[in-house]
T-cell receptor, first 110, second 111 residues
Framework: QKEVEQNSGPLSVPEGAIASLNCTYSDRGSQSFFWYRQYSGKSPELIMFIYSNGDKEDGRFTAQLNKASQYVSLLIRDSQPSDSATYLCAVWRGSYIPTFGRGTSLIVHP | NAGVTQTPKFQVLKTGQSMTLQCAQDMNHNSMYWYRQDPGMGLRLIYYSASEGTTDKGEVPNGYNVSRLNKREFSLRLESAAPSQTSVYFC??????????FGPGTRLTVT
């Protein structure tokens, strides 16, 4: 069974620190990797996507992919209280169905 | 450009009642999805439609039916609601293999 694993948290970091969120996946054929942010009571929204090994940066966010070790991570630099949310990792294998992790709750405290 | 819209936003049903959740997207996406989200369970796929005219079961299809009415619209029907179907329901659409766009969700309570 294809699985995507995330630590449920909560991960608590002080304002201004780097938050590191991790996701591991079991299917070596996975091709596309996505990070979504979900505020309480709201729907998920895309933060980052990555297809190739290495790092991809977008503002304060960096996605890191290591296919050999089957993990993808999301770094949030200069964390702000407004970053407090649940972060969902999603993995596609090239079929029509992505597999989602259960999400990691992030709390950024002032 | 509204993205993905869902109706209703909230609904309370009694056990055994039926209802249809509506979803529409204006992004010309081929693929559409219905998920339910329960505390601690993440997003679980109920049904999906890879293209107009096709539908397939996801992880938790029992108790639900779907209709892909046209490329824009994908509805989810509960024929006989049960308390176990109390959840938040999200519709999503995408180009295959790319990011999904989610609707605002429907909060359903079955008493």
């Amino acid at each position: 069974q294809k699985e995507v694993e995330q630590n449920s948290g909560p991960l608590s970091v002080p304002e201004g620190a780097i938050a590191s969120l991790n996701c591991t996946y079991s299917d070596r054929g996975s091709q596309s990797f996505f990070w979504y942010r979900q505020y309480s009571g709201k729907s998920p929204e895309l933060i980052m996507f990555i297809y190739s090994n290495g790092d991809k940066e977008d503002g304060r966010f960096t996605a890191q992919l290591n296919k050999a070790s089957q993990y993808v991570s999301l770094l949030i630099r200069d964390s702000q209280p407004s970053d407090s949310a649940t972060y969902l990792c999603a993995v596609w294998r090239g079929s029509y169905i992505p597999t989602f992790g259960r999400g990691t709750s992030l709390i950024v405290h002032p | 450009n509204a993205g993905v819209t869902q109706t209703p936003k909230f609904q309370v049903l009694k056990t055994g009642q039926s209802m249809t959740l509506q979803c529409a997207q204006d992004m010309n996406h081929n693929s559409m999805y219905w998920y339910r989200q329960d505390p601690g369970m993440g997003l679980r796929l109920i049904y999906y439609s890879a293209s107009e005219g096709t539908t397939d079961k996801g992880e938790v299809p029992n108790g639900y039916n779907v209709s892909r009415l046209n490329k824009r619209e994908f509805s989810l029907r509960l024929e006989s609601a049960a308390p176990s179907q109390t959840s938040v329901y999200f519709c999503a659409s995408s180009v295959e293999g790319y990011e999904q766009y989610f609707g605002p969700g429907t909060r359903l309570t079955v008493t």
